[in-house]
């Protein structure tokens, strides 16, 4: 199983952006997704996720209202769709795809499979 993490780039303060992840050698469809990003200099931080049974979403404070994880039409698809993007946005996006109980859904210890990461930079 691979995560591919792809759909970043440079922008500006206030722009939109969507970053993408495909599986290979599985689909979506048993498992809870996950987004994570790490700034240089700090720890990993949880930014969204979707709860495998119950399907809902949970978002880190700092991206509530301006983020928002879906699957894609294929199964193999996830998406983050970010609005409103801020400097402090900058890091570099990881999804994950895992079986994470609810209590644990912010933990990136409890998902199983990784993207390599794609760069968000944004610009003030």
């Known amino acids: 199983v691979q995560l591919q993490a792809s759909g970043g780039g440079l922008v500006q303060t206030g722009d939109s952006l969507r970053v993408s992840c495909v599986a290979s050698?599985?689909?979506?469809?048993?498992?809870?997704l996950g987004w994570f990003r790490q700034a240089p200099g700090k720890e990993r931080e949880f930014v969204a996720a979707e709860h495998l049974s119950s399907k809902r979403k949970y978002y880190g404070d700092s991206v509530k209202g301006r983020f928002t994880i879906s699957r894609g039409v294929n199964e193999n698809e996830m998406y983050l769709q970010m609005f409103s993007l801020k400097p402090d946005d900058t890091a570099i996006y990881y999804c994950?795809?895992?079986?994470?109980?609810?209590?644990?859904?912010?933990?990136?210890?409890?998902?199983?499979?990784w993207g390599q990461g794609t760069q968000v930079t944004v610009s003030s």
């Open positions: 994950a795809a895992g079986r994470p109980i609810l209590s644990g859904i912010t933990n990136p210890q409890l998902y199983t499979y």
């Open positions: 050698g599985t689909t979506f469809n048993s498992y809870g």
